[in-house]
C-alpha cells in the first residue's frame, strides 16, 4: 500500500495538521480556483467548491489528491468566512445559544478515479456573553474561519455539544477521507 503520492490541495494550516496527525505521508499545493457563493444549498455548495479545486489541482501535480471545502449553516443560512471584524462578531452572535451545523465537501481523485461527498457535524453552542464574543474576535482575528470561529482554539469553550466528527468542524473529516484513501486508493495511514 503507499505506492501513490498523496496532496493536499489546500491552503489550510488545519487540515495539513489533521492529515499529519494521523501519520500520512504528503505534499501540499494551493490551487487558484472560483467557488460557488450562493445559489446552492450548503450540503451541495461545499461539494461543488472542492470539485472545482480538484480540476484546479489535477492541473497542478499528480497523485491522489484531497480537497476540501468547509462552510458553517446557521437555519439553512450559509456563514462562510467574515468580512471583517464587525462580521465577524455578528457570525458569533448569530450562533449563540443554537445548533448550527458544519458541512465539508470534499473530492478525493486522482484524475481516474473521484469521490466526492459530505460530511454534517452538528455543534450546539451555549449562550454567550458579549463581552466574551468582543475579546475572542478581537485577540483570536477569526476572519480566516467559516463561521468566525476555530473549535481548536478558544473558541472551544463556547461549544457545549457536537454531534459528528470533532475534525470535520476543524476543516477535514479524518474518519470519511481515512476510509476513502484505503477503500478507493490503497493509501493508509501510519505506512510508509
Not at 498523496?6 to 491552503?11: C, D, E, N
Not at 480556483?33 to 489535477?58: F, I, Q
Not at 456573553?129 to 475572542?136: G, Q
Request: with cysteine; glycine share 8%.
Amino acid at each position: 500500500m503507499n505506492e501513490k503520492k498523496l496532496i493536499l490541495a489546500s491552503a489550510s494550516p488545519r487540515r495539513r495538521e489533521i492529515l499529519e496527525s494521523a501519520d500520512f505521508v504528503f505534499s501540499v499545493i494551493s490551487p487558484e480556483c472560483d467557488e460557488v457563493k450562493e445559489g446552492l444549498s450548503p450540503e451541495e455548495l461545499t461539494v461543488e467548491n472542492s470539485k472545482r479545486k480538484a480540476d484546479a489541482a489535477l492541473k497542478m501535480a499528480e497523485g491522489v489528491i484531497i480537497c476540501a471545502d468547509t462552510v458553517v449553516s446557521l437555519e439553512g443560512k450559509i456563514l462562510g468566512k467574515p468580512r471583517d471584524i464587525e462580521d465577524a462578531k455578528e457570525m458569533i452572535r448569530s450562533l449563540s445559544g443554537k445548533t448550527h451545523s458544519v458541512i465539508t465537501g470534499y473530492t478525493v481523485t486522482d484524475g481516474e478515479r473521484t469521490v466526492s461527498g459530505y460530511v454534517e457535524t452538528k455543534v450546539v453552542m451555549r449562550p454567550l456573553f458579549d463581552d466574551e464574543i468582543e475579546a475572542y474576535v478581537e485577540k483570536k482575528r477569526p476572519l480566516d474561519k467559516a463561521g468566525a470561529y476555530g473549535i481548536q482554539e478558544a473558541a472551544g469553550m463556547f461549544v457545549s455539544e457536537i454531534v459528528g466528527d470533532y475534525y470535520n468542524v476543524v476543516g477535514l473529516p479524518l474518519c470519511e477521507i481515512v476510509k476513502i484513501l484505503r477503500e478507493s486508493f490503497g493509501i493508509s495511514a501510519f505506512m510508509k
